[in-house]
């Protein structure tokens, strides 16, 4: 699928620009997703983003500027610092976490308010008992299972995104 396929290859990007300023993460997501959207294996129309920890960090600050995406997927990572930067979201965002990760979970509820007083879609779905990397194969089983039902949501929410 090519969603998926889209998806990897910005993920495997952001994780080569870890150390980078947050232009050079913006410039460089934005060219990422110009080119996703004028690749003839793409539609052209859509494109949705996935960010796992630092990168769903990067991920949920990236859907304030943009107006190239629909939506943006964030795993156990947090919403911009500042309120004001939740004011140009126009996209949904869906957060998935896992219950032990307090530094991530403490600000939830900021992100929760914020995107609420934006009146723009924010769902968070945390799995209790497991920590920040609730798909990791060295978590309990537990964590898997709730990878699984996280990973499935995650593409549920792409099927619903009007391609």
Do not use: H
């Not at 919403?79 to 930067?85: A, F, I, L, S």
């Not at 965002?93 to 219950?99: M, N």
């Amino acid at each position: 699928m090519v969603v998926k396929l889209q998806t990897l290859i910005i993920q495997m990007l952001l994780t080569q620009i870890f150390i980078a300023r947050p232009n050079q993460i913006i410039e460089t997501l934005d060219s990422n997703i110009a080119f996703f959207k004028k690749n003839s294996s793409a539609n052209g129309k859509v494109v949705g983003i996935v960010g796992f920890c630092w990168g769903g960090s990067q991920f949920f600050n990236y859907a304030t500027p943009s107006p190239e995406i629909e939506a943006a997927i964030v795993c156990y990572g947090t919403g911009p610092k500042k309120t004001d930067g939740y004011k140009n979201i126009q996209v949904p965002i869906y957060g998935f976490y896992g219950g032990n990760d307090n530094r991530v979970n403490a600000t939830i509820p900021s992100s929760q308010k914020a995107m609420q007083d934006s009146e723009i879609i924010f769902e968070s779905i945390i799995y209790d008992g497991t920590g920040e990397a609730e798909g990791s194969s060295e978590a309990n089983e537990k964590a898997r299972e709730d990878g699984l039902v996280c990973l499935k949501k995650i593409l549920q929410v792409f099927k619903s995104i009007k391609f």
